[in-house]
């Protein structure tokens, strides 16, 4: 009897998820750091550095640093119980970007100039959305025990994704004679809620559920155009109705963020279904003759073309009308370059810059933040983590073991890739600006939350496929 209880306790030490709770480590250490460096800051007696950091949080301010690493924790706990076998790198990796979004945000919200004053509670409040974020990423793991589920009602997520759409479809069409940007948020009372970032799961659904079902008939064609060999209409509807998707939010929605992360991801999922370079090429041309034709017809997208395009450098001999663009449209971007380069190699110190300077620095410009108080050092470390999570994500691809399985993490790996890519380029002036938020890092609950759902499926189809390995063997 001793010795069979003793061979149990054996069995749970080695299955314990040692690697995650020491990857957990990790995190936790960076995270007390940075807010111990807050604190020593904030009680410094030079008044030269008291001037400039006045605003800086407190000991009850950062609060949330200790509460976020508590609920890690108790996350880890949870996995180690009911899902041991589920990917190990993931949720460390998740972590640390979280816990930087909060320190971050904490550290500028008392700074960030508001119509109603500073938010002081700006890293608790994304403490709230980061919790509602691993809860609904653990509940996504209890209750979706076969993956597959999903698949059977693709064209229900189909019909979701173009609910999703239309409240921004109204709208862009209300004010379709302004060309001004919109952003399709929806209020209910305090809450405001963001549909476009749920719109982009529900769409890797989709793609993952039809390519399923269609990858051979895609891949051999059916009707022959020239060089090109096209599948049947019945299988070409669906896909040229999600395309359609993507050119309603560029020209209709004026989402420049949404329609590019729309087309792109249907242009991994389909090579990656197919293994076609031909669709590929094909959907690149019609997009850049769609793009031509939204850049003669709307404003907005001139305006941030002509961001990248416009050279800051040499201030000292612009005229008064590129003067006047670099105070007004393209403001928002040079200042976040200002921001970096005044970060340098090693970066001011973390609460030593001055990023609030920058507009809406907790959102779209967050990267910048990092930037100037982390260097290009610490720009290097987050995009090395983004490339971690996206290495993970493939893995958790590769080892899937159905097809469906495949194509939906391959899709959500995509997703999270494609967003960081494309905000990224767009802070530092590489691509146009757009309204998509940095994952994890950006101050924003709507994108947390679907963030955590990606996670929340990647650890399940991780979970299923090594408990459907274990079985084979």
């Not at 069979?4 to 990790?26: C, D, P």
């Not at 302004?178 to 769409?203: N, Y």
Request: net charge positive; charged share 10%; aromatic share 10%.
């Amino acid at each position: 009897m001793a010795q069979a209880i003793s061979q149990r306790a054996t069995g749970a030490f080695r299955q314990y998820r040692w690697k995650e709770l020491g990857l957990l480590i990790l995190p936790g250490l960076i995270l007390l750091l940075l807010m111990a460096q807050l604190l020593i800051i904030h009680s410094s007696n030079d008044t030269t550095t008291l001037n400039n950091l006045k605003n800086l949080p407190i000991l009850d301010g950062l609060i949330p640093i200790l509460g976020f690493i508590a609920a890690i924790l108790g996350v880890h706990f949870i996995l180690n119980i009911f899902f041991r076998k589920a990917d190990q790198v993931l949720l460390p990796l998740v972590a640390l970007l979280s816990g930087l979004g909060i320190v971050m945000l904490t550290r500028l919200g008392p700074d960030i100039p508001r119509p109603v004053g500073p938010i002081s509670n700006l890293g608790s409040r994304q403490l709230l959305w980061v919790l509602a974020g691993l809860i609904i990423c653990l509940a996504i793991m209890f209750v979706l025990r076969n993956i597959n589920w999903l698949s059977r009602y693709k064209y229900t997520w189909l019909l979701f994704c173009m609910a999703v759409l239309l409240p921004g479809i109204i709208k862009g069409i209300l004010t379709f004679k302004s060309g001004a940007p919109t952003r399709d948020v929806l209020g209910f009372g305090p809450l405001k809620l963001q549909p476009s970032e749920f719109l982009k799961i529900g769409v890797a659904i989709f793609f993952a559920g039809y390519l399923n079902d269609n990858r051979d008939i895609l891949a051999q064609g059916h009707y022959r155009l020239g060089p090109l060999r096209l599948p049947p209409l019945r299988q070409l509807g669906p896909l040229l109705f999600m395309l359609g998707i993507a050119l309603l939010s560029f020209l209709v929605v004026r989402d420049l963020g949404l329609a590019l992360l729309v087309y792109s991801l249907f242009l991994c999922m389909t090579y990656v279904a197919t293994g076609k370079t031909s669709y590929v090429i094909v959907s690149l041309t019609a997009f850049i003759v769609l793009g031509l034709v939204g850049y003669t017809l709307l404003t907005y997208v001139q305006n941030r073309f002509a961001t990248v395009a416009f050279n800051p450098a040499d201030w000292a001999h612009l005229t008064p009308k590129e003067d006047e663009f670099a105070l007004g449209d393209g403001n928002q971007v040079y200042q976040g370059l200002i921001s970096v380069a005044s970060g340098g190699i090693l970066g001011s110190g973390f609460g030593l810059g001055l990023p609030a300077r920058v507009p809406v620095i907790d959102s779209d410009m967050a990267f910048t933040a990092y930037g100037e108080e982390f260097g290009l050092v610490g720009l290097f470390a987050i995009i090395g983590i983004y490339l971690l999570i996206v290495h993970r994500g493939f893995r958790i691809a590769a080892e899937a073991s159905d097809t469906f399985s495949k194509l939906l993490a391959t899709g959500l790996t995509s997703i999270f890739a494609l967003q960081t890519l494309v905000i990224t380029a767009g802070d530092l002036k590489l691509l146009p600006l757009t309204g998509i938020p940095l994952p994890y890092l950006s101050n924003g609950g709507n994108a947390i939350l679907a963030n955590f759902i990606i996670v929340g499926i990647l650890l399940r189809i991780s979970h299923n496929s090594a408990v459907e390995r274990e079985g084979k063997y």
